[in-house]
């Protein structure tokens, strides 16, 4: 059983909103959270982070002021809320998550999330 559970995403036309959770178990507790996608041909990319007291987020240019992540620690989740969409976003989304680094280099985080498609039309 995965240590990372996704769930949301689906299809949205352009200009509208998604959010997307990533509910993490008791052995991730307290670790840093990303996002991540991965377009049909691209590379898996960095989307956002968050810290485990969610006071420090760190977000990717390309995205920035349209998404936005949170996290909930009573709930086990942390969130990314898509706004704004466009058929550039259109990918698979990952959620992970590590002890200390809250960067976009993946080959840093431990756990990792089944994915969840993301599907923009225009």
């Known amino acids: 059983q995965g240590q990372l559970v996704q769930s949301g995403g689906g299809l949205a036309q352009a200009g509208g909103s998604l959010r997307l959770s990533c509910q993490h178990s008791?052995?991730?507790?307290?670790?840093?959270v990303a996002w991540f996608r991965q377009a049909p041909g691209n590379q898996r990319e960095f989307v956002a982070a968050i810290s485990w007291s969610g006071s420090n987020t760190n977000i990717a240019d390309f995205v920035k002021g349209r998404f936005g992540i949170s996290r909930s620690n009573t709930k086990d989740t942390v969130y990314l809320q898509m706004d704004s969409l466009n058929p550039g976003d259109t990918a698979v989304y990952f959620c992970a998550a590590s002890l200390t680094y809250e960067g976009p280099q993946e080959e840093k985080y431990i756990w990792w999330g089944q994915g969840t498609q993301v599907t923009v039309s225009s």
């Open positions: 008791k052995r991730t507790f307290g670790t840093y």
